[in-house]
């Protein structure tokens, strides 16, 4: 039943694993449930953790109180013992809660890092690189986040009350300053925030945009070399650089400055504890023991506090990439089967196919249908814009359909599950892009690959001998940061990565438009080959040389299927427009 893909049910891909690893309602839920339970974990024990912290407070008063009044070296012993133990405890806990928190960590990046890549890949064929970058952003800040001490600050902002409550006992005055000092410092942090959140804000967005852009633009080294772009380039950077720096810089000065005077307030605090307590003892109204133990208690009320915007920053920016995962992961996932089709060869047909880009009302491929029988080979041509490459995406399941489909063999090829599809489908994509790796792990597409497979493709392409004059052979490194092969080159061996494992439909979008004469003879031997052997190739191609390899033509304009036959009824036909120059040309 081929239906629309509207119509189909939701599923999900299968590189990711089982289940509960690929439906991303679930995995989002489990991923909430790892962090829930482990937030309530090391919430137990924090509140062993700030009773154990009343150890050097307690030891204090003791001593004081006890041993220097009774001078029994027994109790000293004792106490000194029952002290190091608590700390050591204490220790030991401090440890295993920051290691639990480093285990959900790593647990949550383990189990989403693979469903993220997929959904960042499908993110960044709908909606730039940007977004995908983002998500990969965001996952690695995650971990950073979840191994940072902000995640356990709330734990021991919420046990403050214990400090709070033995200032009290000890003496009402030191409960008293207790409550006002973290008052005066949580308005401190909000009367920071206040005055830098927005700079701040501003000035990592306009950092970001900043580096982004010239980042993009760095791409295009050569034409900003050639051109003499780099002094225009570089305004654009001061520019841009120029608005983050001086709100880095207003922002930076006011952080400082009340750092500064939070710094004194601190201190200050301190003194007047050690003050209260010394009029209390010469009031006598406590012992010089407890004046040592609120000092110490006063310091350990105020912890959480000092940083406490700081940290609540941190989950703040936690909790936005969190969402944005989120909605990655539920917006680009769960739209392919999980169940490995198996290989058959069939026809290819493509039914009443319209595309429209996300937010565009116009569709670009307007209600298409064709279908092409094992080991034919169709051209198709149409003036520039006319949604040639469109098409190619839509028929290799890049692209989602709007409405209608297209099916290889009966199967819908975008729900389809990418790894056996994979093993199906060669495309070579307009701009050829080699991955970062050797010539023999691009043709092989990256996977442990068979090299009696690569060498097969890296032939049928014609581009071995050419492989055998690199000093490293197969093993010569390619990708955006190598430039030792040719535009020309480069082609070939994403040709050869498209032949490899023979597969059954063949998409090749403008696969001449580096080549010279041999390069084009070797390719449409190529296509050729891949015919006698069964399979189906569909060719995009502005110079008309390559369609005399073509069984049938299908010319596009503006969306829509004006002329689709055989080569030798086609191209007499009367076409309109730009297209008759184009197949008349054939
Ligand atoms: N994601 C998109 N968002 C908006 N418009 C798009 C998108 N993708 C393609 N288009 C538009 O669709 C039209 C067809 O583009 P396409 O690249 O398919 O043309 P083409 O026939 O392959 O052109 P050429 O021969 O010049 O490569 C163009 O006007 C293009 O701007």
């Known amino acids: 039943m081929r239906d629309t893909v509207q119509n189909e049910t939701r599923s999900k891909s299968q590189i990711l694993g089982g289940e509960e690893q690929t439906n991303p309602g679930l995995l989002i839920s489990q991923a909430k449930r790892v962090f829930l339970s482990g937030l309530l974990y090391a919430a137990a024990l924090s509140v062993c953790l700030n009773l154990l912290q009343l150890t050097m ?5 003791q001593v004081h109180d006890r041993v220097l009044n009774s001078q029994s070296m027994d109790t000293l012993v004792m106490l000194t013992i029952l002290a190091i133990g608590a700390l050591v405890v204490l220790g030991v806990l401090e440890f295993i809660r920051a290691l639990s928190f480093q285990v959900i960590g790593g647990a949550l990046v383990r189990r989403l890092n693979m469903p993220v890549l997929a959904a960042a890949v499908q993110a960044s064929v709908d909606q730039g690189l940007a977004r995908a970058t983002q998500s990969l952003r965001d996952i690695a800040e995650l971990r950073s986040f979840l191994t940072s001490s902000a995640v356990t600050a709330p734990l021991d902002a919420a046990w403050s009350p214990i400090f709070l409550g033995a200032l009290f006992i000890l003496h009402p005055l030191f409960g008293l300053i207790g409550a006002v000092s973290a008052a005066l410092l949580l308005c401190g942090g909000l009367v920071t925030d206040m005055l830098t959140r927005q700079l ?7 950092n970001i945009e900043a580096v982004s852009k010239i980042g993009a633009s760095l791409r295009h080294a050569e034409a900003i070399e050639a051109m003499g772009m780099l002094p225009a380039l570089a305004n654009r950077w001061r520019t841009l650089q120029m608005q983050a720096l001086s709100a880095f810089e207003t922002s930076g000065s006011r952080s400082k400055a009340m750092s500064s005077i939070t710094r004194s307030l601190r201190y200050s605090i301190q003194i007047v504890t050690l003050a209260a307590g010394a009029f209390l003892v010469l ?12 000092s110490i208690l006063v310091g350990r009320l105020l912890i959480p506090f000092d940083s406490i915007i700081d940290n609540w920053r941190q989950w703040v920016l936690a909790i936005a990439g969190w969402r944005r ?12 089967q999980t169940m490995p089709t198996p290989h058959s060869s069939g026809d290819i047909v493509v039914d009443k196919l319209v595309y429209a ?3 565009l009302d116009v569709p670009i491929i307007k209600g298409i249908s064709f279908s092409l029988s094992p080991g034919e080979v169709l051209g198709v041509v149409g003036p520039s814009a006319a949604g040639k490459s ?9 692209l989602r359909p709007t409405s209608g489909g297209v099916f290889l063999d009966g199967n819908n090829t975008y729900l389809w599950e990418r790894s056996s599809f994979g093993q199906v489908v060669g495309y070579l994509p307009q701009s050829v892009s080699l991955l970062e790796g050797t010539i023999r792990e691009n043709i092989g597409r990256m996977a442990e690959s068979d090299p009696y497979k690569v060498l097969e493709a890296a032939r049928l392409a014609d581009i071995h001998d050419m492989i055998g004059r690199l000093q490293l052979g197969y093993d010569t490194p390619v990708g955006d940061g190598h430039l030792t092969l040719s535009g020309g080159q480069r082609q070939r061996i994403a ?3 498209c032949l490899y494992n023979r597969p059954r439909l063949i998409v090749l979008d403008e696969p001449n438009a580096n080549l ?10 190529a296509i050729q080959h891949a015919r006698g052997d069964g399979a189906i190739v569909i060719i995009i191609a502005h110079r008309p040389a390559i369609m005399q390899v073509a069984d049938k033509l299908l010319v596009l304009e503006n969306g829509r299927v004006t002329q689709f036959g055989p080569r030798a009824d086609v191209i007499p036909a009367t076409m309109p427009g730009e297209a008759r120059r184009e197949v008349a040309a054939i």
């Open 57 to 61: 407070p307690l030891f204090m008063l």
């Open 200 to 206: 701040t804000k501003e000035a990592n967005q306009t």
């Open 283 to 294: 009031e006598q109204a406590i012992t010089p023991g407890a004046m040592m133990a609120s």
């Open 325 to 336: 995962l989120e909605a990655t992961l539920k917006a680009d996932l769960a739209i392919r």
């Open 357 to 359: 880009a996300p937010g």
């Open 390 to 398: 469109t098409l190619a995406r839509l028929l290799v399941g890049i």
């Open 495 to 497: 040709l050869a990565r």
């Open 516 to 525: 010279d004469a041999i390069g084009e003879q070797a390719l449409i031997r």
